[in-house]
């Protein structure tokens, strides 16, 4: 997939997201960072697409997010539809030892707005919650938005079917894939069907439907991925 076309699907499923969650109540406001972390997970199409967003060719920035990928930070073991195909196979899936980190995005600014919103990972636009995040410690959200979420990941990753997942940093800052690479990011996966739980089953079919029939040209989302209804 040449990432121009890649880049116009990606919008897309940004796109139909964003249209499918605009009546939800979210606690989330500019300024709310708590999610904000050195533990987000990306592919490499869209940490392509974040190079596009503006403040991208600021020195200072790209800076920034290389200090911050010499420190500690998360990084996945499988993608997720590694560990989806192995759940739906009846398996356990690879080990994941590496624990989640303490530390701020480096794409944010000093009042707690990222730099490169409009071209943010989903990963990112995915994190509502219902409550304000900084309160709990966590944010807060309804079962099937947690499922459809996860459903839209490993959507993601099919999408690029030759790149690779990994920290957001370590995409960054990684200009090719390598041998020396894989401990930092690991293969994408074709799409083994969702996790779905049978309560969850109908309203999940709906939305999928809605997201699936997003225009993309003259085409629609359905039109670039496996036929699973």
């Not at 739980?197 to 997003?214: N, S, T, V």
Request: glycine fraction near 6%.
């Amino acid at each position: 997939m040449a990432p121009k076309d890649g880049f116009e699907i990606l919008q897309a499923v940004y796109a139909a997201y964003d249209e499918l969650m605009a009546d939800s109540r979210f606690a989330c406001r500019p300024g709310c960072a708590t999610c904000c972390s050195v533990n987000v997970v990306v592919t490499s199409l869209e940490a392509d697409y974040l190079r596009q967003a503006p403040a991208w060719s600021d020195a200072r920035l790209v800076r920034a997010v290389e200090e911050a990928a010499r420190r500690p930070r998360y990084i996945p073991a499988a993608s997720t539809n590694l560990v989806a195909a192995c759940c739906l196979a009846g398996r356990e899936p690879p080990p994941d030892p590496s624990p989640h980190r303490p530390g701020s995005c480096p794409l944010l600014d000093g009042r707690g707005l990222c730099r490169v919103y409009d071209h943010r990972p989903f990963a990112c636009r995915s994190m509502g919650s219902r409550t304000v995040c900084a309160e709990g410690g966590e944010a807060v959200m309804a079962p099937l938005h947690f499922t459809f979420n996860l459903a839209l990941c490993q959507v993601i990753e099919h999408l690029d079917p030759d790149g690779r997942t990994g920290n957001l940093l370590d995409m960054l800052t990684c200009t090719e894939v390598a041998p020396s690479f894989p401990p930092l990011l690991v293969a994408n996966r074709p799409l083994p069907g969702f996790l779905v739980p049978p309560e969850e089953a109908q309203r999940f079919r709906a939305m999928m439907k809605r997201f699936l029939d997003r225009p993309v040209g003259s085409t629609t989302l359905a039109d670039h991925l496996p036929r699973l209804f």
